[in-house]
């Protein structure tokens, strides 16, 4: 009843889950689209609502893919410390260390690149490379590695990375093709920067030449502007030609950062066509970079904002709805829930009623029923031999002489007293103040010509503090030690010492100077029995034995 009522209540967080999971979806693709057509602002809106979606429905998978999105975005346009801020914010949603955790790392990599802070690039670009998990995903950040390098004018290091990422197989499938561009561009002008332009020369062209076949016009950007500062020394028509190409590429893409690199270009190499024109432009676009990077910058944080405040509200609003639908769930439910549990309750306590009525038969029934085994072992084991004797003898011997008759009745005292005994240990134990007397007459049993039981300070115990059901399980737990003594030690001295000095416990020690055992050899179904029997009331039992030293057993019960 409670697991349908739950079900119900449960229906409209169910629904909004659902919603939540189809809006992360429909929101994704329109970012998505909007991000391949270079709308940046819509696709930053998008990808932002996407990921607020799939924060309800606790899809950290889509999560952390819109933050990342969302931080190349930002460092397409130039705002490399908001993109920092998003990545972080992707870190408590990473769970593993895959794809999405390599990327997030390059990312990295790629703002402090941008930003100079080039040995904080190259310990991004290495934690990246460490969570990939194919040599596929660990090419991007390798080759970061080495534009780093290029720019620290390490050239050495650079070129032995981009060769490692040349020579591997993979590199002239067609679909590598783009990164084979990248590399030989890079490897290109690392050559070149080195001093080797020859070498240099034919890896940037093979690179550009890789790029125009497969329209990564945007790769091409850097090869132009590579080859443009490769003849600025040698042809400046020729370095002017490549600037120019890469400026027209760059102003159809957008890209303002290459536009006023191929434009320094322009300038720098003193053409007298248009050079004035290009200053101009470089003046401009220098100008106002700042402020179109400040402007996206707000914008970004805006909609960060204004999607929060949005947050803020709706979760308001839901739990204001939710408030009062649980109101009335309960308004409804409540005389239903009252009703059933009162139902509930009476037929659990009669079901419980009648489980213990019948496993309290059934112990009686078994515990009779060993008792009336042990009886009968005990009788067969003990006294019917000795009464077999007692028959032969009046039998085959004279009961008129003196000593015959006192033999006789001596055989007869001896059956007597085990009868007795057997009657003791199986008798129903006394309670209180009968416990005390019951128990010494207990362990007196066991008292002959050949064996001495000590009993010390009984009387001082307070029985009448100690529960009846431990007052039982002790009383078995020492009749089984004295069977044991009797069977296996051949004690002839044995003392049982009461303690009752601490009120929270009593303690119980055992001590016989029997042959003992090892610890290993000690009979476990005796010791088990005793064993289970005091950790039913929560108390403890432990032996201490040694061949020919003897047995100890001390006993612990808590009084509460």
Same mark, same amino acid.
């Given at each position: 009843?409670?697991?349908?009522?739950?079900?119900?209540?449960?229906?409209?967080?169910?629904?909004?889950?659902?919603?939540?999971?189809?809006?992360?979806?429909?929101?994704?693709?329109?970012?998505?689209?909007? %991000?391949?057509?270079?709308?940046?602002?819509?696709?930053?809106?998008?990808?932002?609502?996407?990921?607020?979606?799939?924060?309800? #429905?606790?899809?950290?998978?889509?999560?952390?893919?819109?933050?990342?999105?969302?931080?190349?975005?930002?460092?397409?346009?130039?705002?490399?410390?908001?993109?920092?801020?998003?990545?972080?914010?992707?870190?408590?949603?990473?769970?593993? +260390?895959?794809?999405?955790?390599?990327?997030?790392?390059?990312?990295?990599?790629?703002?402090?690149?941008?930003?100079?802070?080039?040995?904080?690039?190259? %310990?991004?670009?290495?934690?990246?490379?460490?969570?990939?998990?194919?040599? #596929?995903?660990?090419?991007?950040?390798?080759? !970061?590695?080495?534009?780093?390098?290029? +720019?620290?004018?390490?050239?050495?290091?650079?070129?032995?990375?981009?060769?490692?990422?040349? !020579?591997?197989?993979?590199?002239?499938?067609?679909?590598?093709?783009?990164?084979?561009?990248?590399?030989?561009?890079?490897?290109?002008?690392?050559?070149?920067?080195?001093?080797?332009?020859?070498?240099? @020369?034919?890896?940037?062209?093979?690179?550009?030449?890789?790029?125009?076949?497969?329209?990564?016009?945007?790769?091409?950007?850097?090869?132009?502007?590579?080859?443009?500062?490769?003849?600025?020394?040698?042809?400046?028509?020729?370095?002017?030609?490549?600037? +120019?190409?890469?400026?027209?590429?760059?102003?159809?893409? !957008?890209?303002?950062?290459?536009?006023?690199?191929?434009?320094?270009?322009?300038?720098?190499?003193?053409?007298?066509?248009?050079?004035?024109?290009?200053?101009?432009?470089?003046?401009?676009?220098?100008?106002?970079?700042?402020?179109?990077?400040?402007?996206?910058?707000?914008?970004?944080?805006?909609? +960060?904002?204004?999607?929060?405040?949005?947050?803020?509200?709706?979760?308001?609003?839901?739990?204001?709805?939710?408030? =009062?639908?649980?109101?009335?769930?309960? *308004?409804?439910?409540?005389?239903?829930?009252?009703?059933?549990?009162?139902?509930?309750?009476?037929?659990? *306590?009669?079901?419980?009623?009648?489980?213990?009525?019948?496993?309290?038969?059934?112990?009686?029934?078994?515990?009779?029923?060993?008792?009336?085994?042990?009886?009968?072992?005990?009788?067969?084991?003990?006294?019917?031999?000795?009464?077999?004797?007692? *028959?032969?003898?009046?039998?085959?011997?004279?009961?008129?002489?003196?000593? #015959?008759?006192?033999?006789?009745?001596?055989?007869?005292?001896?059956?007597?007293?085990?009868?007795?005994?057997? =009657?003791?240990?199986?008798?129903?134990?006394?309670?209180?103040?009968e416990f005390s007397k019951n128990l010494k007459d207990l362990l007196? #049993?066991?008292?002959?010509?050949?064996?001495?039981?000590?009993?010390?300070?009984?009387?001082?115990?307070?029985?009448?503090?100690?529960?009846?059901?431990?007052?039982?399980?002790?009383?078995?737990?020492?009749?089984?030690?004295?069977?044991?003594?009797?069977?296996?030690?051949?004690?002839?001295?044995?003392?049982?010492?009461?303690?009752?000095?601490?009120?929270?416990?009593?303690?119980v020690d055992y001590v016989d100077n029997g042959k003992g055992c090892?610890?290993?050899?000690?009979?476990?179904?005796?010791?088990?029995?005793?064993?289970?029997?005091?950790?039913?009331?929560?108390?403890?039992?432990? @032996?201490?034995?040694?061949?020919?030293?003897?047995?100890?057993?001390?006993?612990?019960?808590?009084?509460?």
């Amino acid at each position: 009843m409670i697991f349908l009522v739950s079900c119900h209540e449960d229906k409209s967080t169910i629904t909004i889950v659902d919603l939540s999971k189809k809006d992360a979806s429909i929101f994704q693709k329109k970012a998505i689209l909007q %991000f391949q057509k270079n709308n940046f602002n819509n696709a930053f809106y998008y990808f932002n609502k996407s990921k607020i979606s799939a924060e309800i #429905t606790q899809d950290s998978a889509d999560v952390v893919y819109n933050l990342i999105q969302m931080a190349s975005i930002q460092q397409i346009n130039g705002d490399y410390y908001g993109s920092k801020e998003t990545l972080t914010e992707a870190l408590p949603y990473v769970k593993r +260390k895959d794809i999405y955790s390599a990327s997030i790392n390059n990312y990295f990599g790629i703002a402090d690149k941008e930003l100079s802070i080039y040995e904080d690039a190259i %310990f991004y670009y290495k934690e990246a490379i460490k969570d990939c998990k194919d040599e #596929t995903c660990k090419n991007p950040p390798l080759n !970061n590695i080495a534009v780093v390098y290029i +720019k620290q004018k390490k050239y050495d290091e650079a070129i032995s990375i981009l060769e490692s990422l040349r !020579n591997k197989q993979n590199i002239d499938i067609p679909s590598s093709a783009k990164r084979k561009g990248r590399v030989l561009d890079n490897l290109g002008y690392a050559y070149f920067k080195k001093g080797d332009s020859e070498k240099g @020369f034919i890896l940037i062209n093979e690179g550009l030449e890789i790029r125009s076949q497969i329209d990564d016009f945007y790769g091409s950007i850097e090869s132009n502007l590579h080859l443009a500062e490769y003849y600025q020394k040698l042809d400046i028509k020729k370095s002017n030609e490549y600037a +120019k190409d890469a400026y027209e590429i760059a102003t159809q893409f !957008n890209s303002i950062d290459e536009r006023l690199k191929a434009l320094a270009f322009l300038i720098s190499n003193r053409q007298q066509e248009n050079n004035e024109q290009y200053a101009q432009k470089f003046i401009y676009l220098n100008d106002s970079i700042i402020k179109i990077r400040n402007n996206f910058k707000n914008k970004f944080a805006k909609i +960060k904002y204004d999607s929060k405040k949005e947050k803020d509200e709706n979760q308001k609003l839901r739990l204001e709805k939710a408030e =009062s639908l649980l109101i009335l769930q309960k *308004i409804k439910y409540q005389r239903f829930l009252f009703l059933s549990g009162i139902v509930f309750l009476i037929v659990l *306590i009669a079901l419980l009623i009648r489980y213990f009525k019948i496993k309290t038969k059934t112990e009686r029934i078994k515990a009779s029923y060993e008792t009336e085994t042990r009886i009968a072992k005990k009788i067969h084991d003990e006294l019917a031999n000795d009464v077999f004797h007692a *028959i032969t003898f009046t039998q085959t011997q004279s009961l008129t002489e003196v000593n #015959t008759k006192e033999n006789l009745i001596q055989k007869l005292d001896d059956i007597y007293q085990r009868v007795r005994g057997i =009657s003791r240990e199986n008798n129903e134990i006394l309670n209180s103040l009968e416990f005390s007397k019951n128990l010494k007459d207990l362990l007196a #049993t066991y008292n002959d010509h050949s064996r001495n039981i000590i009993i010390n300070n009984i009387e001082k115990v307070d029985w009448e503090l100690i529960d009846e059901t431990k007052k039982v399980t002790l009383y078995r737990v020492l009749q089984e030690l004295m069977v044991n003594m009797k069977k296996h030690s051949l004690a002839s001295l044995i003392v049982v010492k009461f303690d009752n000095s601490d009120s929270k416990k009593l303690i119980v020690d055992y001590v016989d100077n029997g042959k003992g055992c090892n610890k290993a050899e000690i009979i476990k179904n005796g010791i088990q029995n005793m064993e289970n029997r005091i950790l039913s009331i929560n108390g403890t039992i432990i @032996f201490d034995t040694e061949p020919e030293k003897g047995f100890k057993a001390k006993i612990i019960i808590p009084n509460n």
